[in-house]
T-cell receptor, first 116, second 115 residues
Framework: AQKITQTQPGMFVQEKEAVTLDCTYD???????LFWYKQPSSGEMIFLIYQGSYDEQNATEGRYSLNFQKARKSANLVISASQLGDSAMYFCAMREGQNQGGKLIFGQGTELSVKP | DGGITQSPKYLFRKEGQNVTLSCEQNLNHDAMYWYRQDPGQGLRLIYYSQIVNDFQKGDIAEGYSVSREKKESFPLTVTSAQKNPTAFYLCASSMDWGGSGREQFFGPGTRLTVL
């Protein structure tokens, strides 16, 4: 069965440093998509970045990049130059297969705390 | 501004009562979704709708019901059959059902507490 695993319940990073949040996934499909969302304390989910299973290059969006290692089934989020406003919960999610359409499966999340 | 609105932000319910959570979007999106989030957990899919007048059960649909009579609206009813309804409920929408890179846009959420 499809599954998303985030093994880091909490992470700390110093302001202006880079941090990597881990995500591994399990799927038997060849076509799938991977998403990262940020959830601040207000509760709203904010889309950060997307990686398709057939994309040859790692996705990047500003300070966010996705380290996609298909053979290892990992899709780690890298945040460069951390800011205090980056403190939040971060969720990795997967859309599996074309027929599953928009259905997303979420991991348990990682709580990131940025220290000044 | 385009977006998704959910109301109310906080909702208190007595045991045995049905309550309806509102979700409205003005993004002209075809697909809409309801998720439940428990403390320290990820999101779980309750119901989804690919298009108006159609909806499907997600992974945890028992004790919930939905309707999709209008494209912009996807209300969720938490019935008395839901044994543990206290949670944070998030509504989302996406441009369409299929296709790659179709991220979902989320509303601000409704926090439901059963007294």
């Amino acid at each position: 069965a499809q599954k998303i695993t985030q093994t880091q319940p909490g992470m700390f990073v110093q302001e202006k440093e880079a941090v990597t949040l881990d995500c591994t996934y399990d799927t038997s499909d060849q076509s799938y998509g991977l998403f990262w969302y940020k959830q601040p304390s207000s509760g709203e989910m904010i889309f950060l970045i997307y990686q398709g299973s057939y994309d040859e290059q790692n996705a990047t969006e500003g300070r966010y990049s996705l380290n996609f290692q298909k053979a290892r089934k990992s899709a780690n989020l890298v945040i460069s130059a951390s800011q205090l406003g980056d403190s939040a919960m971060y969720f990795c999610a997967m859309r599996e297969g074309q027929n599953q359409g928009g259905k997303l499966i979420f991991g348990q999340g990682t709580e990131l705390s940025v220290k000044p | 501004d385009g977006g998704i609105t959910q109301s109310p932000k906080y909702l208190f319910r007595k045991e045995g009562q049905n309550v309806t959570l509102s979700c409205e979007q003005n993004l002209n999106h075809d697909a809409m979704y309801w998720y439940r989030q428990d403390p320290g957990q990820g999101l779980r899919l309750i119901y989804y709708s690919q298009i108006v007048n159609d909806f499907q059960k997600g992974d945890i649909a028992e004790g919930y019901s939905v309707s999709r009579e209008k494209k912009e609206s996807f209300p969720l009813t938490v019935t008395s059959a839901q044994k543990n309804p206290t949670a944070f409920y998030l509504c989302a929408s996406s441009m369409d059902w299929g296709g790659s890179g179709r991220e979902q846009f989320f509303g601000p959420g409704t926090r439901l507490t059963v007294l």
